[in-house]
């Protein structure tokens, strides 16, 4: 199995990257992506962690938003981590993201909820991009809210007077530097509708013009109706069609190998990397 998106505690997800490859190993995961939110802080460990026949394929999935102000995740995978722009690119969407946590925390005392910044600090690991699950978390440990899911849709999600945006590149810029670190951009679930507003069919040119090399059809928050759109979109472009869990761990109910990529539409992703940069022991 080809599971190609996925959180640690680098990010959102619970395991450590450490705990994510001993599962991944034992759970019939051939090849590993690890994307953490906006961070390669996780690749470091993974690496060193890998052990039997387990393939990792380091990466990050990068917080944009399109000038409508649309929010975009954008899949980075097989990127030189070393190289500045794009490291550069990620810690700029990780530093805006304190200032805003203190105006949606501040928006929540406003409306009465006592949470404060030290509570959302105690429910996030050391060095992980802070995000909404880890205030939601907070709001859990609370017991303000029951759980991550009923946080995000009561009061976290988009559209929520509580929200707050942070810096975030366009998908454009993200592709490019993406690209220029001779990685390969995979847009990652573009037609979840239940997250928010979506792309419109028409943006994926622009996309492509930039850099694109794949479109994340299967996913559990794209419906039947969403994956062949996005099946017909890949093919029109000629786009690589990917699947992934996007397994946050305990964060989310997204199982590990739940949705794959197919083996030739990896082996094709692959081959448009600048190197061959999948690691195995
Ligand atoms: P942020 O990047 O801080 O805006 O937070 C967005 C992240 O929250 C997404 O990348 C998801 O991983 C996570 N998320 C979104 N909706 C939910 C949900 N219903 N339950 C748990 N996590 C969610
Ligand atoms: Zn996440
Ligand atoms: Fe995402
Ligand atoms: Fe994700």
């Known amino acids: 199995m080809i599971d190609l998106h996925t959180h640690t505690t680098c990010s959102d997800g619970s395991d450590t990257p450490l705990a994510l490859v001993k599962k991944a190993a034992s759970s019939g995961i051939a090849v590993l992506g690890i994307t953490d939110h906006d961070s390669t802080s996780g690749w ?4 060193a962690s890998l052990h039997g ?31 500045v722009p794009l490291q550069q690119l990620l810690s700029d969407c990780r530093d805006t993201r304190i200032p805003r946590m203190k105006k949606m925390i501040e928006n929540l005392q406003g409306a009465g909820y006592e949470i404060t910044l030290e509570d959302v600090a105690a429910a ?27 946080a995000f849709t009561d009061l ?64 559990r928050d794209q419906s039947e109706d969403e994956r062949s759109q996005l099946i017909k979109i890949a093919r029109a472009l000629d786009l690589v069609i990917t699947g992934a869990s996007d397994y946050h761990g305990t964060g ?21 990397a600048d190197q061959r940069r999948v690691v195995s022991r």
């Open 156 to 219: 976290l999600h988009n559209e929520s007077p509580f929200y707050v945006s942070h810096f975030a590149p366009t998908p454009e810029d993200s592709i490019r530097a993406i690209r220029a670190a001779g990685g390969v951009a995979v847009i990652a679930h573009p037609f979840a509708s239940r997250r928010g507003q979506t792309l419109s069919p028409e943006t994926f040119t622009s996309l492509v013009d930039a850099g694109l090399n794949g479109i994340e059809v299967f996913h």
């Open 53 to 83: 026949t387990l393939k990792l394929v380091l990466g990050a999935e990068v917080s944009c938003l399109t000038e409508d102000k649309v929010s975009v995740h954008m899949l980075g995978l097989l990127f030189d981590g070393e190289n």
């Open 124 to 150: 996030t690991p050391e060095g992980a991009t802070l995000g909404r699950p880890h205030l939601a978390d907070a709001l859990v440990a609370k017991k303000i809210i029951k759980s991550r899911d009923e």
């Open 44 to 47: 470091a460990e993974a690496t």
């Open 252 to 272: 989310k109910l997204n199982q590990l190998g739940e949705n794959t990529t197919a083996a030739a539409e990896w082996e094709r992703l692959e081959s448009l």
